[in-house]
């Protein structure tokens, strides 16, 4: 059964940073892509950041030179650290394999003040 438990999200002022984590069970991570998504407050989840299997990562327009994550594969943990916060980067945080599978963890809240 998988299990998507999120955290380290919060209220921060703009320009400030966070480090969100993820813990996943029932996922073999040597064989999935993983990903974080968010989801503002009115809009779709959207995809912010990748890390495939090999290692590498993609990001979004939006987060690039920002954002930066990270896997665990021993403690099957995923992070993402986030520098330079903008408003705009509010809302709530997921995160899932890539694609995406149906079920979702309840998500951790970031809210960035101006």
């Known amino acids: 059964q998988v299990q998507l438990v999120e955290s380290g999200g919060g209220l921060v002022q703009a320009g400030g940073s966070l480090r969100l984590s993820c813990v996943a069970s029932?996922?073999?991570?040597?064989?999935?892509?993983m990903a974080w998504y968010r989801q503002a407050p009115g809009k779709q989840r959207e995809l912010v950041a990748t890390i495939a299997r090999s290692g590498s990562t993609n990001y979004a327009d939006s987060v690039k030179g920002r954002f930066t994550i990270s896997s665990d594969n021993a403690k099957k943990m995923v992070y993402l650290q986030m520098n330079s916060l903008k408003a705009e980067d509010t809302g709530v945080y997921y995160c899932?394999?890539?694609?995406?599978?149906?079920?979702w963890g309840q998500g951790t809240q970031v809210t960035v003040s101006s």
């Open positions: 029932g996922i073999i991570f040597g064989l999935n892509n």
């Open positions: 899932n394999t890539l694609p995406n599978r149906a079920y």
